[in-house]
């Protein structure tokens, strides 16, 4: 496995290695040695999610405020999204920065958002089939968002001059300046 730091360096590309011929591809998607090496801690995941969303689908950005903040190790089984991390540890010297990668069932790649992140993702093909694993349970009392249109954020969404399909939860969803807030350890 490679991990690559992108311009938030908390935030890692990780690319497993594949070996494919005729008959398909094996590959390792994830190594606990590995990847407790590449972020410098162990990490310890509890839960495995699995969405699947149409085409110019937008989720997020959503996080967990402490005291179960969600650190997720997300990728692409089928389709492909772009996907993207926000800062959202306030007195951080990233914080309200963005970074967005491509994931897909092509490229393999996967991204580790830890805590402390906001994480969204816009469905790029015709549907998407998106896996996680948290380091913390789903716990409603600590779910948060941002809106993922705010201009104090400006993503930038590869929409095309099309407008996202969002549910009603996130189109509400506070900007920045107003969203809800913790420190993240």
């Not at 090496?37 to 509890?46: N, T």
């Not at 968002?145 to 705010?150: G, K, L, T």
Request: aromatic share 10%; charged share 25%; glycine share 8%.
């Amino acid at each position: 496995m490679r991990f690559t730091p992108t311009a938030l360096p908390e935030v890692l590309i990780v690319e497993p290695q594949v070996h494919g011929d005729a008959r398909g591809f094996f590959m390792e998607s994830f190594n606990q040695r590995a990847f407790d090496a590449a972020v410098g801690r162990h990490v310890e995941f509890v839960q495995d999610n699995h969405s699947r969303s149409l085409r110019g689908v937008l989720r997020g950005l959503h996080y967990q405020l402490p005291p179960h903040a969600q650190g997720k190790l997300v990728r692409v089984a089928r389709g492909a999204v772009f996907d993207v991390a926000v800062d959202l540890r306030r007195g951080s010297p990233g914080f309200g920065r963005w970074v967005g990668v491509e994931l897909s069932e092509d490229n393999q790649r996967q991204l580790w958002i830890p805590p402390g992140f906001g994480h969204g993702f816009l469905v790029l093909s015709e549907s998407a089939d998106f896996l996680y694993k948290t380091t913390d349970y789903y716990a409603p009392e600590c779910e948060a968002s941002v809106r993922w249109d705010d201009p104090a954020l400006a993503i930038g969404w590869p929409l095309a001059g099309a407008e996202p399909q969002v549910s009603a939860k996130d189109a509400a969803a506070p900007a920045l300046a107003r969203a809800r807030a913790r420190t993240f350890d």
